[in-house]
């Protein structure tokens, strides 16, 4: 990847792990200077990390503050950070659902307001958010999780509409199935592994399930001027799974 983001300042929320240290890991090598907002601290001699709590509006104000500061004007900002809800509708309770949308839907837009207002067309601002395939289709108790992530979708629209005027660009990464710590567990729960991850690879076009890298190669693309006409846009990073139709094992002849 070329250093199309030479001494451009970052911003990635929930970048401590999984999808989010990767992306900040990409954006570094492309030559950005990366801010981590994370509630989970991080010790990385390449990464800048400060506190921050992206649904509390207070935490956030003071996060721009630091960064602005210490590092400068931001010109990107990567809206990472987002919690995964797994409960029939029956048992999904109000707090569950409140948290959900505070990380996943509050976090953002909170994010891209203090964004917006401290940085300039010059600066070639660019919001990249981190949603999910799974806004488009989903899997069952998902209801919260699949309900923020459309909404992620719908808040990438209207910013990219209204801000666009400013020079700002804002667009959505809706990722498949990524290898993440939190999907590595899940997978080890699993009794028969080695199938699990053979039909899980099958589902996919491309033969694998993704990698972190795979997003944040994405978003340094959507960060940079690479991709400077492209705006409000959704892209789907799934190795081709949402195009490929399942059919039932009896047909696997």
Known sequence: MSASLKDRVAIVTGGAQGIGLAIARCLHDAGARVVIGDVQPLDDGALHFHDLDATDEAS?????????????????????????????????????WDNIMAVNLRGPFLMARHFASCCSPQDKPSIVNIGSIEAFSGNPDHTAYMTSKAGLNGLTVSLAIDLGPKGVRVNAIAPGWINTEMNEGYMARVPDRATAERQLCDLHPLGRIG????????????????????????????GGRMAKLSLPAAFNV
């Open 211 to 238: 990698s972190p890298s795979d997003i944040g190669d994405v978003a340094v693309w959507l960060a940079g001027d690479q991709s400077k006409f492209v705006t409000g846009q959704v892209i789907r990073v799934e």
């Open 60 to 96: 956030v104000a003071a996060f721009f503050a630091h960064v602005r500061q210490s590092h400068g004007n931001p010109s990107v900002l990567v809206n990472n950070a987002g919690l995964l809800s797994s409960a029939p509708l029956d048992r999904l309770t109000v707090s569950e």
